[in-house]
């Protein structure tokens, strides 16, 4: 016998799309008692939400499922239908539970405690929504089930609804964004891959270029001296640092290709950094030619090294070619630093020692001393900008800066009415 039309299994009408999933359940428990008797029947899961018991004659092939009832009935159903799966241990336990049980409110949080304590939280939930649909006043179920009510209509909704309201939208990991974040994060993926397509085209001509000959080798080098994508200033930086000693000048070059308000971070790094004096005045000239907020940010970051007394010499010397004087107060206070000095000696802690009959002990390591360390670059700068010399002697460099900025003819007399 076959039929081609399965009975309607799930309940309709009134809140059945919202409780849909409950409904299925709870019409499959009677299903279950009905035609499962045997607990290695195949459960096949129609998409119009009803449940069908029975052997599965063609599991994996054919574009209709045939499933044979325990009464001898030949059900067949389109593949695309239905979502076939074998009867577990857990579909016996929640027949027992089910199978004693109606469809009223006490019944259904009956059914929500065992299956929980069971740990079939998907079932569980399922009848939660059954629940809600019998009593829409009860807020706790809502709250388990992850609803919130609006504030407007006092009705509940799923997280999404109330998230979409905001302006918000689901995204990986179950984070939540606004559009303009959303945009974001999606411009950031998509730099991301021109980035890496962009780093793979340029390695690609890079070892053409230094190992290549010929017709390659001159492709190469014309890419080479029309690069100017901002995207690969990381690499070449990188490069730069820690590539070959004879391939540096060709990544120095390639970098000062670049826009010079993109690669004006990657110079200032470089300057403060760099071992090579030579390499220091050349990315120092591309800094001081470039324009008025390339001259702001480079002289602004050099002077915020100064705090540091380990690169305050190397932060002076960087700053000499502007020739700002906004920054002589500055430099003045830092033309002397005070560095805390280990002596030399035994490890800390007490020294046994034997003699005369006993133990005796002495002290452990020297105590820390301190030392004033003059900031020869720091004075040299100042001199430069100045065009005096007091020397390291920084009282007589205040002096002469309070005379020579101090505000002339300043008359605090109020005027009289």
């Known amino acids: 016998m076959k039929q081609k039309q399965p009975l309607p299994m799930s309940h309709r009408g009134g809140s059945a799309k919202r ?13 279950f008692a009905a ?56 579909d016996s336990k929640y027949l027992d539970i089910v199978s004693k049980r109606g469809d009223s409110l006490e019944d259904h949080r009956a059914i929500v405690d065992q299956c929980a304590s069971q740990q079939m939280i998907g079932l569980a939930n399922a009848h939660r929504e059954r629940i809600v649909e019998l009593d829409p006043s009860d807020r706790s179920t809502w709250e388990i089930l992850r609803y919130y009510p ?55 001509k890079l070892k053409a270029y230094l190992s290549g000959n010929g017709r390659v080798k001159a492709e190469a080098e ?9 995207l690969l200033i990381g690499r070449l930086a990188k490069l730069f640092r820690e590539g070959r000693p004879n391939e540096r000048a ?58 540091n007394p380990a690169t305050r010499d190397r932060a002076a010397y960087c700053m000499m070619p502007f020739n700002d004087k906004r920054f002589i107060s500055m430099l003045i206070n830092h033309l002397l630093s005070t560095q805390v000095v280990q002596p030399a000696g035994p490890p800390g802690g007490l020294n046994a020692g034997t003699g005369g009959g006993g133990v005796g ?43 020579s900025y101090a505000v002339q003819n300043l008359d605090l007399r109020r005027d009289e009415y």
């Open 35 to 90: 035609n499962c008797s045997s607990l290695q029947a195949d459960i096949v899961e129609l998409k119009d939400g009803g449940v069908i018991c029975g052997k599965v004659l063609n599991p994996q092939s054919g574009q209709t499922v045939q499933i044979e009832t325990e009464d001898g009935s030949l059900l067949e159903f389109d593949r695309k239908l239905v979502k076939i799966r074998v009867s577990l241990e857990r």
């Open 150 to 204: 609006d504030e407007a209509t006092g009705k509940w909704m799923r997280r999404e609804v109330v998230m979409y309201k905001r302006g918000k939208l689901k995204g990986d990991k179950g984070r939540w964004f606004t559009w303009q974040e959303k945009a974001l994060l999606e411009f950031d993926e998509k730099v991301k891959l021109q980035k890496r397509d962009a780093e793979r085209e340029f390695d690609g």
């Open 361 to 403: 002990f002495t002290g452990g390591a020297p105590a820390a001393q301190k030392r004033l360390v003059q900031h020869k670059d720091v004075l040299t700068a100042l001199q430069g900008l100045t065009g005096e010399n007091y020397g390291f002697n920084v009282e007589d460099w205040r002096r002469w800066f309070a005379y």
């Open 19 to 31: 409780c849909s999933l409950a409904s299925r359940f709870a019409a499959a428990s009677f299903l």
């Open 250 to 307: 060709l990544y120095l070059q390639l970098l000062k290709q670049m826009p010079i308000r993109s690669v004006t971070p990657a110079l200032i790094s470089i300057a403060l950094e760099d071992q090579d004096t030579q390499v220091v005045s050349e990315v120092l000239e591309v800094l001081q030619t470039g324009d008025e907020t390339v001259r702001e940010v480079a002289v602004t970051s050099f002077a915020m090294k100064l705090a």
């Open 222 to 230: 014309a890419y080479l001296q029309a690069l100017n994508n901002p």
